[in-house]
């Protein structure tokens, strides 16, 4: 462990020594930084102190800042260290009007009381209705797609999941996983991977997703499949404010919420507590056809009602520090647990060649799942006075419990109603692990003039992993004996590290935008099958042969054209914006744990599962070329991508070899030769009735190819696809908004078949009330289409899946909003205990 972190701690203790000795004067400038000014912020027309306005001093000609801070709880302030120059004073504060003071220091004035500084309250400012701009529910730019979550009322009172489900060019299946463009994202939550589940993110606390479908050489180079990354809300206005949300539905569903905000000088705390219950009952079948030199030997059917209740519990705490205008340090600690449990009925009938009824059976499983995560974090942020400067670092340990007892009841008769030998079969599992993530981030961007900047950094994670499953079978004779199932008994742990270090380069040439990146990643990861004594590991680099499948590049190439504001028969009128852009990367997907260790980790009475050792990582070359289009009220994206994919790690599945009927199948991972993706995605965005209706459609349309081979069959595969999201919503009269979102995915090529197409359609209405309450009533999935299955076919047989992940049901929620949007209770506070105290202000740069 040490010998792979010893060298990323010189990297990371090199630039917190540098940057700790700091420099004379502000930015690092070189002319004696000597000067003084002070003086005393106070109301035009009362006199009275203004306190906590904030002071900023800008260069005399550009919008630099060169020092600032807020003023003393008397109005005083006064910034020191201040090289010889011209500069200009701005006074800001909520509710009242900027000013502007031009300062000069010079040798002969080196130090200068300004006075008292009066700021005029801003009266449009204090009305009761506030205007202020509306966020549009999607953003488009030219490296990511920025879904805001306030937005879209039909997620109010849901998950994570049901915001992804409206995001566009992201398609959500049966179990709950994600898919952008045909593969599986990366999920990051403020910019950091995490090991939550959307499932476990309730969406009242989400502010925006944000979609990077190729990520440059900053982000990790596991992140082939793109990046969602979840930003969190979040409240810096000053005083308190808070939220509390209550909701039910049907069938069966709760939900409760409360958050708090609390801001005053240089602290900032929030608080949240989220509850969520759910309750689906759903149907789905399976449909085997088993075939022997493409002649059918007979079939297997099986229709199933899977009852689910899920309970969920998330909290945080954060404190902010601000240790001076441009330093800040914060604290949070995450806590979530939550319980689910499934009881599945399955009825099950085998036939023979003529569709005669040879055997059926009834099967019962029953789950109880519970796990709990604990996330700590505490991140420090530098800016310096050079625009765009700044330093970051953050350290995050997780850890996360889980456990798990199901209990497996089968009863098998013949045609003719008789119990089959040896009567019930019943099945234990219970199941143990946990989880402990290390991970260490640091961050540094250095603009070097206003068009080139460098930046860099380093992260090291470590996690370490353990997990317990022990099988039971219960003796017929004798219901209180079990006997362990050694074949699926295992007791594994997993150790991965990864370090990485990156770098890119931006700047400008003839008018055209470009970023150079690299990215070195040093990996290393062994399983241990400790009940059995096996184990697997690998590393890279593990010599100079593969040294340079260590690197990752990046490329992008930028330009805009237009966005200007004219006058055109003396009106204003803003030109189109068009960007285009090309962009290049290399990624990798290593072998996870699963599918590398060969031992048996799922099995019923027609599969299994097992691990394969000699997977190798798969490589990813992804070309995008988009262009973007934006007006006031219109907004058109389009990505043309390729993706090339080398030793694709694929599912594959062939029957058992000592099964002579072959209706058992082994499913495993093996590494195909090639897959090839192209698509083309568009989104476009408009308003309509003078912004009253908003539309945004997204269209995804791709070709897939999968050539792989293994036991001497040859798999090839390849096919058209496409998906598409629509949402409209428009705003009613009395402060009404009802919005509709729909969705269709057409099959979609895998290895050994095609999924089932999939539809839906959600309905939403959403109800103002005096500015801070608010009612939401939403229907999922109207019509009650929303399916996911399966299409699967190959020599010996073929299978049609299909099953539900949640039934139609409504939802209604009422969310009441409250506070002070300043500072005036706390300064009361501090008014009524007499604090008066002069002096300037602790101005720490």
């Known amino acids: 462990m040490n010998k792979n972190i010893l060298p990323f701690l010189i990297l990371i203790l090199f630039p917190l020594i540098h940057f700790a000795q700091g420099r004379p004067g502000i930015g690092g400038q070189r002319t004696p930084a000597i000067g003084k000014i002070y003086g005393k912020i106070v109301e035009s027309g009362k006199k009275s102190p203004v306190e906590f306005c904030t002071i900023t001093l800008l260069g005399a000609q550009k919008d630099t800042v060169l020092s600032g801070g807020l003023t003393r709880s008397n109005g005083d302030f006064m910034l020191d260290k201040l090289p010889l120059g011209r500069y200009r004073l701005r006074i800001q504060f909520i509710g009242y009007k900027t000013l502007y003071k031009p300062v000069m220091v010079t040798p002969n004035l080196l130090e200068q009381d300004l006075g008292n500084l009066a700021i005029e309250p801003d009266t449009r400012a204090l009305k009761e209705v506030t205007i202020e701009a509306e966020k549009s529910s999607v953003v488009m730019t030219i490296d990511r797609r920025i879904y805001n979550v306030e937005k879209d009322i039909s997620s109010r009172g849901g998950t994570g999941l049901d915001v992804m489900r409206n995001v566009p060019g992201i398609t959500v299946d049966a179990d709950g996983n994600v898919n952008m463009r045909n593969s599986s994202p990366t999920i990051f939550v403020d910019g950091r991977p995490t090991l939550l589940t959307l499932e476990q993110i309730p969406a009242d606390q989400i502010d925006r997703v944000e979609v990077i479908t190729n990520p440059s050489a900053k982000f990790d180079a596991s992140t082939s499949g793109g990046i969602i990354n979840v930003v969190l809300k979040k409240n810096n206005k000053p005083g308190y404010n808070g939220m509390v949300t209550v909701g039910a539905g049907f069938p069966s569903r709760q939900n409760a919420m409360v958050n708090l905000n609390i801001k005053e000088g240089r602290f900032n705390v929030g608080m949240m507590y989220n509850i969520n219950r759910s309750v689906n009952v759903a149907k789905g079948y399976t449909n085997r056809t088993s075939l022997r030199n493409k002649i059918e030997t007979g079939s297997f059917k099986q229709s199933n009602e899977n009852d689910a209740t899920s309970m969920m519990h998330n909290g945080r705490l954060a404190i902010d520090y601000n240790i001076s205008n441009r330093a800040a340090i914060t604290a949070s600690q995450a806590m979530m647990f939550g319980s689910y449990e499934i009881i599945d009925k399955q009825h099950f009938d085998a036939l023979d060649s003529l569709k005669e009824l040879v055997s059926y059976g009834d099967r019962t499983n029953s789950q109880n799942n519970a796990w709990s995560n604990y996330t700590s974090q505490v991140q420090f942020r530098k800016t310096f006075p050079r625009i765009g400067r700044e330093l970051t670092s953050d350290f995050t340990y997780s850890r996360s419990q889980r456990n798990n007892l199901s209990n497996f009841s089968t009863l098998n008769y013949d045609k003719n109603n008789l119990l089959l030998p040896p009567g019930e079969e019943y099945q234990k599992n219970n199941g143990t692990g946990n989880s402990n993530n290390y991970t ?21 994670n470590i996690r370490i992993d353990r997990s317990k499953l022990e099988v039971f079978y219960r003796d017929p004779l004798n219901n209180a004996n079990f006997t362990s199932d050694t074949a699926l008994t295992n007791d594994y742990s997993i150790t991965d590290y990864v370090n990485a270090a990156y770098a890119t380069y931006s700047s400008m040439l003839w008018g055209i935008g470009y970023q150079m990146g690299l990215r070195f990643e040093q990996i290393r990861f062994k399983g241990e099958l400790l009940n059995k004594n096996q184990s697997f590991e690998y590393y890279y680099p593990d010599s100079l042969g593969n040294l340079y499948q260590s690197f990752f590049p990046s490329l992008f190439l930028n330009k805009k054209i237009g966005g200007q504001t004219i006058q055109e028969d003396g009106k204003n009128r803003t030109k189109a914006l068009h960007e285009f852009q090309l962009n290049f990367t290399r990624k990798i997907n290593r072998p996870g744990f699963m599918q590398a260790m060969p031992f048996i980790m799922f099995a019923d009475k027609l599969n299994y599962r097992i691990g394969n050792p000699n997977l190798a990582p798969e490589f990813i070359n992804t070309v995008e070329f988009n262009y973007n289009t934006i007006l006031p009220a219109f907004n058109f994206f389009t990505s043309v991508y390729m993706k090339a994919t080398e030793n694709p790690i694929t599912n594959f599945a062939f029957p058992l070899a000592s099964d002579t009927n072959g209706n058992v199948l082994v499913n495993t991972f093996i590494n195909g030769k090639t897959q090839y993706n192209y698509g083309m995605e568009n989104n476009v965005r408009f308003s309509l009735f003078q912004r009253k209706m908003d539309v945004s459609i997204n269209g995804n349309f791709f070709y897939t190819i999968i050539n792989a081979s293994s036991n001497n069959t040859t798999i090839q595969n390849q096919g058209f696809s496409w998906n598409t ?45 005096m500015k801070f309450i608010t009612i939401n009533l939403m229907v999922n999935d109207v019509f009650n289409t929303r399916r996911f299955g399966t299409s699967f076919e190959s020599d010996f047989l073929i299978q049609d899946i299909s099953r539900r992940r949640e039934i139609r049901f409504v939802r209604l929620s009422v969310s009441m909003r409250f506070g002070e949007m300043d500072v005036s209770l706390f300064k009361r506070k501090r008014s009524n205990r007499g604090d008066n105290q002069g002096g300037g202000m602790d101005m720490e740069y």
């Open 440 to 460: 260490f981030q640091l961050d540094y961007v250095n603009p070097i003039t206003d068009s080139a900047k460098w930046e860099f950094g380093v992260r090291s």
């Open 725 to 769: 999201k629509a949402m409209a919503s428009y705003k009613l009269p009395k402060n009404f908004t009802v919005q509709l979102n729909g969705n269709y995915e057409a099959p979609r090529i895998i290895p050994q078949g095609t999924t089932l197409d999939q539809y839906s359609i959600d309905f939403s209405l959403n109800k103002e009330i």
